[in-house]
């Protein structure tokens, strides 16, 4: 009894978790800063380059 109240819980918990993941958006948008300089830089038309 206990083992399936435990199984049904997890199998309710791990349903509503995917049903979150499924609505992220298909897009990642990532923010950085051109300053330092081995990793992102700007280059002569002003558009970011390398990391």
């Known amino acids: 009894m206990k083992k399936t109240v ?3 819980s ?3 918990g791990l349903s509503a978790t995917a049903a979150s993941y499924a ?5 990642v948008r990532i ?3 051109a ?3 081995p990793f992102s830089s700007k280059d002569a ?3 970011f380059v390398r990391f």
């Open 23 to 27: 609505a992220l958006p298909q897009t």
């Open 35 to 37: 300053t330092y300089a």
């Open 45 to 47: 038309k002003g558009d």
């Open 10 to 12: 997890l199998l309710v």
């Open 6 to 8: 435990l199984a049904l």
């Open 31 to 33: 923010g950085t800063d």
